[in-house]
């Protein structure tokens, strides 16, 4: 069977390259030419762990390859091939609600490709939608080529594990209208469902609200925790040890019962306020109200640490050496989308202080959208005579450094921990002051 994959930005590229891992023959297509180039030369243009080593791979292995242009995709797949439509979908500016522009433009010219090829051609939406997305384009299909078919299978992927999380999913979700559709993509899913994948088969609306429900459940999740972590400030309490204590609980459970700096990334704040906008049109707005909450606490960290770095500069920022360790939202990605780390640093620089950046894979993209920055090659060129250390994407590479080491390089060892990750012990130990949200 052959498989085409529309849109090779984060999902699209993994999803093609763990697609033709399963060996299926696969052929990805993006309107970016520039795009395409670099990847049928095997770059891929962001940092996620195994990507680059896989496409290289199946490109040499022949089941691979790219393309901009749609009626060469749709010769090369054939009658009746699945095509997956993963491309993006951002948050509109000056709203809350999704962009849709790529999704209905992929899906119009995807459905006018096939349109002449015969065979029931399976289309496939991959991408985070607004409930009752699907319904609309089925319809459009319907009209643009009555041989094909749409069906739903949102991604769960993690940045940082996205090929662990295609090839070893937790559970799959299939939405769609006919068995013969749930056919095809048991076929498609077959090894996977083999090593018992759990799967779930649905309509259209409820596969489009499980990863939006997802991703808001696990916002609050955070967001919850660094409300405590306000409380905790304010009794002098530990948020960390309340966190440890609350985690032993089966029903809470300590995944993403992290105190810290809060969410960012491409996904979970765009994903919350589309599901609000969303929820307003629908006429059940006030289901979703505590999103609005949860949203404002996450930003509030941010404001939060700003306020820790004045304080430890003595109540004003102006003139001040500051270094921020990290750039990308989080670990193991390039992603500087909605970055908590850097809307940090751009906060604190515009407060005066000389702001200096690094960030083990990150510093690139941050350069260029935030060019009045100053970089650092390391985190110890970061530090030289710093007053104060921001830890704001918690690297491994951070947490490995010696605070003696990073003491000689400081003009103050002061630090703040807005990820709660640094060994506190150790840094006071070796004479530093330290920080971190929610603990004394």
């Known amino acids: 069977m052959r498989i085409t994959v529309i849109g090779t930005g984060y999902l699209g590229v993994t999803h093609a390259a763990c697609m033709a891992e399963l060996g299926f023959e696969v052929m990805g297509l993006d309107v970016d030419t520039e795009k395409v180039a670099s990847l049928q030369a095997g770059r891929v243009p962001f940092y996620e762990p195994g990507l680059e080593e896989l496409l290289a791979k199946q490109l040499a292995a022949g089941r691979l390859s790219f393309t901009a242009d749609y009626e060469e995709l749709a010769a090369w797949a054939g009658p009746g091939a699945a095509h997956f439509v993963c491309v993006g979908t951002p948050q509109q500016k000056g709203e809350y609600a999704a962009d849709l522009s790529y999704v209905d433009s992929a899906f119009d010219s995807l459905a006018r490709a096939v349109a002449g090829q015969g065979g029931h051609a399976l289309l496939i939406g991959k991408s985070t939608v607004p409930v009752g997305t699907a319904g609309r384009l089925a319809a459009r299909i319907a009209e643009l080529a009555p041989q094909a078919e749409l069906a739903w299978n949102p991604e769960f992927l993690r940045e940082g594990f996205a090929v662990q999380d295609t090839l070893h999913p937790d559970r799959l979700v299939i939405g769609v209208r006919s068995a013969a559709a749930e056919r095809r993509l048991r076929e498609i899913y077959a090894q996977l469902l083999a090593a018992e994948v759990p799967l779930v088969v649905t309509d259209f609306p409820t596969s489009e609200l499980v990863k939006v429900s997802a991703n808001s459940f696990l916002a609050v999740k955070i967001s919850f925790i660094n409300a405590m972590a306000e409380v905790c400030e304010a009794a002098g309490a530990d948020v960390m040890q309340l966190a440890e204590a609350l985690s032993y609980d089966p029903r809470i459970g300590g995944r993403y019962l992290v105190p810290g700096l809060g969410f960012g990334g491409g996904c979970l704040p765009k994903d919350i306020r589309a599901f609000m906008a969303r929820a307003g049109e629908l006429g059940v707005d006030q289901a979703l109200a505590f999103l609005k909450e949860v949203d404002a606490i996450n930003m509030r960290r941010r404001a939060r640490t700003v306020d820790l770095a004045r304080e430890q500069c003595d109540g004003s920022l102006l003139g001040k050496r500051v270094a921020v360790w990290g750039a990308a939202f989080k670990p ?62 918690e690297w491994q590479e951070f947490r490995d450094l010696d605070p003696a080491v990073v003491a000689g390089h400081v003009r103050d060892p002061r630090v703040i921990d807005s990820r709660n990750a640094l060994d506190a012990a150790r840094w006071r130990e070796a004479g530093w002051t330290y920080r971190a949200l929610g603990r004394p």
């Not at 950046?357 to 030289?384: C, F, G, I, Q, W």
């Open 332 to 393: 193991n990605s390039d992603d500087i989308r909605d970055s908590p780390a850097l809307n940090v640093a751009a906060s604190i620089h515009l407060q005066g202080a000389q702001v200096t950046v690094y960030d083990p894979k990150a510093t690139d993209n941050a350069r260029k959208m935030y060019p009045t920055l100053t970089y650092a090659d390391s985190a110890l060129e970061a530090a030289h005579q710093a007053d104060v250390i921001l830890h704001l994407t």
